[in-house]
């Protein structure tokens, strides 16, 4: 194989690869939509319930900038988020003590009490999405992510 076909077939399989990438994130979130309507989730889209998610796992409120950061998101799209949310009852916002222009992003009772709720959807769409794979190639696929994550931001977590 000359060195021209050996760079066509690379560039091909990166494209496919960039390709698939797309198509998986679509069919996980469609597939996250369906399993949190069956679960009574169904007023939140599953981008809303990732913004629940990072505020579950935080020790602490966060403003919106650090969810956004946390998401690799921009602010003007959590800031939408947030605003949605705290229309439907999940979240409230709340001056920051130590920073008087900062607003921290509370979960409601409503949120804390779903929480369970959420767990189940998160396990379940992970039992279904990896099904069959091997942790080796769990941990592969975790480590090429991870380096195709830094090769495009270097601060990537």
């Known amino acids: 194989m000359s060195h021209r076909s050996k760079e066509l077939a690379l560039r091909r399989l990166q494209t ?3 390709l698939s990438f797309a198509r998986l994130h679509r069919e996980l979130v469609r ?6 309507h069956e679960f ?10 990732a913004v629940l998610m990072v505020l579950f796992q935080s020790p602490e409120p966060l403003t919106a900038r650090q969810v956004a950061h946390e998401m690799a998101l921009s602010e003007v799209t959590v800031g939408r988020f947030v605003r949605t949310l705290e229309q439907t009852g999940w979240v409230e916002r709340q001056a920051d003590d130590a920073d008087n222009r900062a607003l921290l992003i509370l979960l409601t009772r409503r949120a804390r009490k779903a929480f369970p709720r959420y767990t189940r959807v998160s396990n379940r ?3 279904e999405a990896f099904d069959g794979i091997s942790e080796s190639a769990l941990k592969s696929m975790s480590k090429t992510l991870a380096a195709i994550g830094e090769n495009l931001d270097p601060d990537h977590p």
């Open 16 to 18: 496919e690869a960039t």
């Open 31 to 36: 597939h996250t939509a369906t399993i949190m």
């Open 40 to 49: 009574g989730l169904e007023d939140i889209t599953p981008a809303q319930a």
């Open 125 to 127: 769409v992970m039992d």
